[in-house]
Each structure stands twice: as C-alpha cells, then as structure tokens.
C-alpha cells in the first residue's frame, strides 16, 4: 500500500499533485520513467511519468488531469489514504548529455513529466531554455518549478492571459532563429507535439517527445501502448515513453487515443452520478 502524504490541487482542480510513499521506486527512478497506479482491487490500471522523486524521504510525485472515471476516483483520495498499488520505475529513463543550449518545451500537465528533465540537463551543464504554455492562465502548472529547474523561462497562454499571447511553437521558432540549439525536449498534448516536430526538423534541431498512449500491463506483453516510430512498431512501455519525435507517426498515436473516448465519457458520467447519489 503507498500512502499519499502530499496533496495539492491545481487548475481550478482539474489537475491533481500527489506526493506518494514509495521508498524502493525513489531509490531506483530516474528522469523520463513512470509508474502505474492502482487505487484500489477493482480498479483500472494508470499509467503517469513521475513528475519528481526524492530518494532520501522515499517519495515520489505524479500529477495527473482528471479526465475520466478512475482519474475522478483518484481526485477523492485524500492525504493518508493509500493506493493498493503502485508499480514501477518502468521504461527507459531520459538519454542525458551535455550538449550545450537545449529548449525543454510543455504543454499543459506534459509540464509535470519535462519538470525533472529540464532539471537534470541543466545540472550537467546545459544552457537550458524553458518555454511552457497552457490554454489560459488558470490551467499554467509548475511555473515556479520550471523556472528554478532552467535559465530561462518563457510562458505562453492560447488566450493570452498571461505571458506570450500564443503557442509555444511560436516562442520556439524565435529561439530557433537566435539560438545554436542542439536538442529540444517537446512534452504535451499531441497535436502540440506533432506541430513542434515539424517545426523542429525544419532547423534540424534533434527533437525528444514523450508518449502517453493507451497502456494496460506496462511490461510490453499486452502490445495497447504500441507506436509506430520510424515505420516500425514500437512499445512506449519498455522501448520508450521517449522517441525522436521526427520518426513519430502522430496521426496513428491521436487515432488510437481516441478509440475508446465514447466509453470513458460514458463511464465517468456513470461514475460522478452514482458519487453524487451517494
């Protein structure tokens, strides 16, 4: 069982910060890995990249957007209240080099999982470029966070509420322009990613994105989380969740994304009445 010790509610609740007892996990994680977490017997089985560790107090933290039933159930649980499971560290952690100027770009809660990346390349000597972005001011997280976690940070707002009245990928064309940029690190919704990629391969600039598609036992045996990268198939569980986003097919990954939207609707309307009921 994994205590929560920490929780915090973000974007107008509609983003969730829990920090979870996990000792063994925070001792072996390492930036760009994720967990999967299990409320309770009966329920389903969610995968979320760690959005920090901390070794020595033997936690973990993950954020996640409520957008269906079992993350609306994990938005109930409380401080002191404990996840039947929580597995992991899974995947390959993030290739880190020093390369000199990087750009680390995030959309939405993707901000949570670039969080430990931007860290750790700037702590092994990269010039880091932060540029985060949200569809208005209420839904920006981590702006604190991403701003000690790099050198410079720029945010963006879709409605122009606070900061770059625009995408992200317009800051970045401009860093683009004026930066020897050797890698950037692009995490968020896909389309956000998909439009990234292609602005980056324009400038030639290496691209890392992370890739959160439907996945079931997170150990590659279930083949749900299957990507085509570079046209070949890949498992986003134990091959990624990162890819070179240049190789992406992005179509396919919002294709299968949508697959069971219906029924997710479906279950969380059926899920928040009966809660209302009592």
Known sequence: MFEILKRHEMADGT??????????????????????????????????????????????????????????????????????????PLGQPTHLEKLGKVACVGGGTGIAVLHPITRALKEIGNYVYAVIGARTKDLLILEDKMKAASHELEVCTDDGTYGHHGFVTDVLRDLLERENIKLVVGIGPVPMMKFLCKLT????????????????????????????????????????????????????????????????RMAYEKFM??????
């Open 15 to 88: 983003v969730v910060m829990n920090e979870i007892s996990a000792p063994k996990i925070a001792a072996k994680a390492r930036p760009g890995q994720f967990v999967i977490l299990k409320a309770n017997e009966t329920g389903e089985r969610i995968p979320l990249t760690m959005a920090d560790t901390d070794p020595k107090k033997g936690t973990i933290t993950v954020i996640y957007q409520v957008v269906g039933k079992s993350t609306a159930l994990f938005r109930g649980m409380q401080v002191g209240e404990k996840y039947q499971d929580v597995i992991g």
């Open 201 to 264: 391969a324009e400038y030639g600039v290496k691209t890392l994105v992370s890739l959160n598609p439907i996945m079931v036992d997170g150990t590659g045996m279930c083949g749900c989380c299957r990507v085509t990268v570079g046209g070949k198939t890949r498992f986003a569980c134990v091959d990624g969740p990162e890819f070179d986003g240049h190789a992406v097919d992005f179509d396919e990954l919002a294709k299968r994304l949508d697959a069971y939207k219906e029924e997710e």
């Open 273 to 278: 009445k009966e809660r209302q009921a009592g």
